[in-house]
Nanobody, 121 residues
Framework: QVQLIESGGDVVRAGGSLRLSCATS???????YAWFRQAPGKDREFVAR????????NYANSVKDRFAIARENAKNTVYLQMNSLKPEDTAVYFC???????????????WGRGTQVTVSS
């Protein structure tokens, strides 16, 4: 089992940057880790994933070239570096862990409670 705690959410102006952190505990080895986000009134959507094997990275088209996911095994932490933020990036951001190969919500079994990111125009 894995416990996930997100941090780093804040209010930032458009064009700014934030780095989100996801602290993992329990038995965090061997899982793929991902970030999802959910805006008010919308479904939870995939943002980025890093696989346990070979650290392969995948991104949603809407964040590609602006966001970067990384994993620091020594600190049991997964990061999401967000640059060139836009108002449409405003959402609650969730960290997730799972062992399936897909990137849909149902492919991840462990979830954090989320951290709020607000981007003002």
């Amino acid at each position: 089992q894995v416990q996930l705690i997100e941090s780093g959410g804040d209010v930032v102006r458009a064009g700014g940057s934030l780095r989100l952190s996801c602290a993992t505990s329990g038995r965090p080895s061997g899982y793929n880790y991902a970030w999802f986000r959910q805006a008010p009134g919308k479904d939870r959507e995939f943002v980025a994933r890093i696989t346990w094997t070979n650290s392969v990275e995948n991104y949603a088209n809407s964040v590609k070239d602006r966001f970067a996911i990384a994993r620091e095994n020594a600190k049991n932490t997964v990061y999401l570096q967000m640059n060139s933020l836009k108002p449409e990036d405003t959402a609650v951001y969730f960290c997730a862990a799972g062992w399936r190969s897909g990137i849909s919500v149902s492919d991840f079994v462990y979830w954090g409670r989320g951290t709020q990111v607000t981007v003002s125009s």
